[in-house]
């Protein structure tokens, strides 16, 4: 089993629609980080988190450390927004991250 | 906000032979660098972490005299693929992170390297 598990693995939606991944994981972490990938491989660092929620623009990112358990939601979103969204744990400060497989979301207009 | 770099973005090389990739942190200090390696299709795995003046520690599994990685600088950390194999042919990303910048990586836009 995955040290971290991703769901859905695809997603395709329509513009506008509220989107949400979940990421769950099994250890002990210090910090969640939710990432974007474009098709090109570049990656793009959207929330680090380490308890509760964060918000930047029409993106939401939450974590329940308890439950081992985060969520990224996208409002009102847009064919832009589509991409390969991952989900990454740090088990300490100073160590390196665990990856999700990654959830390839496509925005239809 | 913080920026890293890497060169070169794509590579094509000859079975045998060795590539070097660098990692740079632009407008701050990296106390730590990360690879990281990503085959079509699969997630993203930790090669090594890197530390600036000491030996980097690698994760089970990689070759540490296949992939040599210096860290001599505060903004500098290298990768060379030793006598590289087709199967080395993957998406080498790096990441950063430095004092002041607590648990937070910074992302350099990956390295593509064909193995022919």
């Known amino acids: 089993k995955n040290e971290v598990e991703q769901s859905p693995q695809n997603l395709t939606a329509q513009e506008g629609e509220f989107i949400t991944i979940n990421c769950s994981y099994s250890?002990?972490?210090?910090?969640l980080h939710w990432l974007q990938q474009h098709p090109g491989g570049g990656i793009v660092s959207l929330f680090m988190?380490?308890?509760g929620k964060k918000k930047h623009g029409r993106l939401i990112a939450t974590i329940n450390i308890q439950e081992k358990h985060s969520s990224l939601h996208i409002t009102a979103s847009h064919p832009r927004d589509s991409a390969v969204y991952i989900c990454?744990?740090?088990?300490?400060?100073?160590?390196?991250?665990?990856f999700g497989k990654g959830t390839h979301l496509i925005i239809q207009p | 906000g913080a920026v890293v770099s890497q060169h070169p973005s794509w590579v094509i090389c000859k079975s045998g032979t060795s590539v070097k990739i660098e990692c740079r942190s632009l407008?701050?200090?990296?106390?730590?660098m990360f690879w990281y390696r990503q085959f079509p299709k699969q997630s993203l795995m930790l090669m090594a972490t890197?530390?600036?003046?000491?030996?980097?520690?690698?994760e089970q599994g990689v070759e540490k005299d296949k992939f040599l990685i210096n860290h001599a600088s505060l903004t500098l950390s290298t990768l060379t693929v030793t006598s590289a194999h087709p199967e080395d042919s993957s998406f080498y990303i790096c990441?950063?992170?430095?004092?002041?910048?607590?648990?937070?990586?910074?992302f350099g836009p990956g390295t593509r390297l064909t193995v022919t």
């Open positions: 990441s950063a992170s430095g004092q002041g910048y607590s648990y937070e990586q910074y």
């Open positions: 990454a744990v740090m088990r300490g400060g100073a160590d390196g991250l665990t």
């Open positions: 407008d701050f200090q990296a106390t730590t």
């Open positions: 988190l380490s308890s």
């Open positions: 890197s530390n600036e003046g000491s030996k980097a520690t690698y």
């Open positions: 250890v002990g972490i210090s910090a």
